[in-house]
Each structure stands twice: as structure tokens, then as C-alpha cells.
């Protein structure tokens, strides 16, 4: 999957690189991508992603709103979430 979608090889460059034919590449990857999305049904991180960015967009729009000694230390903490939200601590 990271070959495919990562870095943009072909299935014929997979293919060739691993030594299996094309449609074996295909039908692996159509496996994995069942399997990540039978995941995502059973843990729904997508669904709470958008939910939780949707959030962070309404407060950030909230701090916009308020007088300039609260904005400030505000947005540093909904900068935050945002970035351990995304994985960057």
C-alpha cells in the first residue's frame, strides 16, 4: 500500500520489484483497503476526526471573537489540540 499510494509505483513497478504478476498486487491491495475500511466501520476515526476539526474550527472562529488579553493563551491551547489532534506533539 505504501508503494501504491505513498510513493506512486505502478502495480506493474510492485509487480516488478516483488516478483508476483499485476493482478496479484491488485488483489492485494483491494484486501488491505477492505481491511482498513472494515476498520474504520468497527472504530469510526474518521468520523471523529472531522468531528473533532469541525470543533477546533468553531473555536478558533469563538476566539476570534473575543477582547485581545483573552485571544492569545486561547488560541495557543486550540493551536495545541490541533497539532495532538494531527500527531504532533
Known amino acids: 500500500m505504501k508503494f501504491y499510494y505513498h510513493d506512486d509505483y505502478s502495480l506493474g513497478e510492485i509487480a516488478a520489484d516483488f516478483e508476483i504478476s499485476r493482478q496479484a498486487v491488485y488483489e492485494h491491495l483491494k484486501r488491505a483497503e477492505q481491511a482498513l475500511e472494515g476498520y474504520e466501520d468497527k472504530l469510526g476515526l474518521m468520523a471523529r476526526h472531522v468531528r ?35 500527531g504532533e506533539f
Do not use: K, N, V
Not at 477546533?56 to 489532534?85: F, M, V, Y
Open 52 to 86: 473533532l476539526h469541525g470543533w477546533l474550527d468553531a473555536l478558533d472562529r469563538q476566539i476570534g471573537g473575543l477582547p485581545e488579553p483573552h485571544r492569545e493563551a486561547l488560541a495557543r491551547t486550540a493551536a495545541a489540540l490541533r497539532g495532538s489532534e494531527d
